[in-house]
């Protein structure tokens, strides 16, 4: 998708505002300590709808966030598959499965 440059920048000011450094970083941190997307989130009183929104506006934090999210995903469960998805996982793979059936 392509935007007017305008309208690009206009995005990632307020991506950057919704969800500002700081609390990008708290989020990545509380991943890593194996805490869920969702329950780190509203820790931090953002929406995950949000967080996914920001990931792809602003690739570097999108990029980082999907690493942290598949290193700390669960290697029991069938990744790339909607099951994962069910069992709450929200790595790449999983995401990616749900996106396709949509
Ligand atoms: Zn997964």
Redesign the pocket.
């Known amino acids: 998708m392509s935007y007017p440059i305008d309208d690009a920048e206009q995005l990632i000011a307020t991506a950057q505002e919704e969800l500002p450094p700081s609390t990008r970083s708290r989020l990545i941190a509380k991943l890593r300590m194996g805490i869920h997307i969702e329950d780190a989130a509203r820790d931090l009183d953002v929406s995950v709808q949000r967080v996914f929104a920001t990931a792809r506006i602003l690739s570097a934090f999108g990029d980082q966030l999907d690493a942290t ?1 598949t290193a700390e ?2 290697p029991d ?1 069938p ?2 598959t909607v099951t ?2 069910n069992k709450r ?6 995401r990616a499965a749900v996106n396709r059936r949509i």
């Open positions: 999210l995903r669960d469960l990744h790339g994962g998805y996982c929200r790595c790449p793979q999983c």
